[in-house]
């Protein structure tokens, strides 16, 4: 089939340059329209990015300042449980555990001194 548009058109050399200048025509006019449309939609994108750039702006800063001021809250609170209950609970674990071994020590001293006797 190809072989035989090729025969046709070596045969009739002005219909191939009218057919040349048309399928030239119409290329350019196709990639001018495709132009045209990608750079409407490129205008159209960078719309949108600059809308989405404010969005941003207004909203995500705010909440982002919010999470920030509650994140310092929590830490400041954790500071304070800290401080006020677990290390003095901690020391005095520490102090009930040291009065036991103590307690234990002396205890096993006794044992071990009227076992000798």
């Known amino acids: 089939m190809l072989a ?4 046709l058109l070596l045969q009739n050399p002005a219909l191939t340059a009218n057919i040349r200048d048309i399928v030239v025509i ?3 006019v196709v990639l001018i329209i495709i132009s045209l449309v990608i750079s ?3 205008v159209l994108l960078l719309y949108r990015l600059q ?3 404010r969005f941003l702006r207004a909203e995500l800063v705010p909440i982002l300042t919010e999470t920030q001021k509650a994140a310092k809250a929590v830490y400041g609170t954790t500071l304070f449980m800290s401080d ?3 290390k003095p609970a901690i020391k005095a674990a520490g102090f009930v555990s040291r009065m036991q071994r103590m307690a ?3 205890n ?10």
């Open 4 to 7: 035989l548009v090729v025969y």
């Open 26 to 28: 119409l290329t350019a």
């Open 40 to 42: 409407a939609l490129l």
């Open 51 to 53: 809308e989405l750039t």
């Open 84 to 86: 006020s209950i677990a």
């Open 104 to 106: 234990q020590a002396v």
């Open 108 to 117: 096993m001293k006794a044992k071990g001194g009227a076992g000798r006797r």
